[in-house]
Nanobody, 126 residues
């Protein structure tokens, strides 16, 4: 059974940092693009960041550029989202996702992803 399990969410003050983790099990996604999305209360799911299989290409939403990074560890089959300079607008449930299609680039649209985690809540207080 393939699973993506996020962890690392929590309550943090504005300006603080958090690192989210996404541990994959059931299969390796080392050869696949992966990404993070988020959904704030009352809003649609939105793209946050993506990384290609080798980790050489990344894409970020304009709202998080310069503040978030998306490293991955193939040996641990784990994806991360390093978040810094957090703002109240970053409050959301964060989901990791994996694209089963092997390709050289990143995947930035939710329709490209087949596997999703259950989400982890991030709350940024002002």
């Amino acid at each position: 059974q393939v699973q993506l399990v996020e962890s690392g969410g929590g309550l943090v003050q504005a300006g603080g940092s958090l690192r989210l983790s996404c541990a994959a099990s059931g299969r390796s996604f080392a050869a696949h693009p992966m990404g993070w999305f988020r959904q704030a209360p009352g809003k649609d799911l939105e793209f946050v960041a993506a990384i290609n299989w080798r980790g050489e290409y990344t894409d970020y939403a304009d709202s998080v550029k310069g503040r978030f990074t998306i490293p991955r560890d193939h040996a641990k089959n784990t994806l991360y989202l390093q978040m810094s300079s957090l703002k109240p607008d970053d409050t959301a449930v964060y989901y990791c996702a994996a694209d089963v299609n092997q390709k050289p680039g990143t995947s930035t649209f939710r329709s490209e992803y087949e596997y999703w985690g259950q989400g982890t809540q991030v709350i940024v207080s002002s």
